[in-house]
Structure formats: C-alpha cells, structure tokens
C-alpha cells in the first residue's frame, strides 16, 4: 500500500508523518514565543509588542490546535477511502 498523501492549505502534499513533525516544530516554536510573551507581561516589561503578545500567540495556538484537527480528519477519510478502493 502507497502512503496516503493530503493536501494542506490546498497546496503542499503531506503524509501523516510529515504533517505531524511539522506541526510539532510549529507548536515547540509557538511554546517558546509563549514563554518568552508570559514572562515580559509578568515582569512587567516596557516593550509593548511582548507585553500583550501572549494573548495573539495563544490565539494562534488554538487555531493551529483546530488546523491539526481538521487535517487528522482528512487523513483518516483518506485512509478510508484508499482502504475501500
């Protein structure tokens, strides 16, 4: 049996390995920009774009949490269909 291979944004086919790996460099990336957002807001730091910058990248982790979601669902119908093939 082939791999599957889904189309993310429409655009870059991806096995199911290559999607998660990614997303997992995307969420370690996301983590650490968060950690760096949360410790300026609490050390009250006078650079504005870290000050409020938690709320955005916590935002974009939600969104990129729905994202996988949503892939995981296309490559399980994916795998059904290339099972009832």
């Known amino acids: 049996m082939s791999q599957i291979k889904v189309k993310a944004y429409g655009l870059v086919p991806f096995t199911k390995k290559q999607y998660l790996i990614m997303?997992?460099?995307?969420?370690?990336?996301l983590f650490v920009c968060?950690?760096?957002?949360l410790r300026s807001y609490f050390n009250n730091a006078d650079n504005i774009l870290?000050?409020?910058a938690y709320i955005g990248i916590a935002i974009i982790i939600f969104l990129e949490i729905?994202?996988?979601l949503y892939m995981m669902i296309k490559f399980k119908k994916a795998e059904t269909q290339a099972t009832s093939d």
């Open 23 to 29: 997303q997992a460099i995307v969420f370690g990336i």
């Open 50 to 52: 870290w000050t409020y």
């Open 66 to 68: 729905l994202e996988t």
């Open 34 to 37: 968060l950690y760096f957002a």
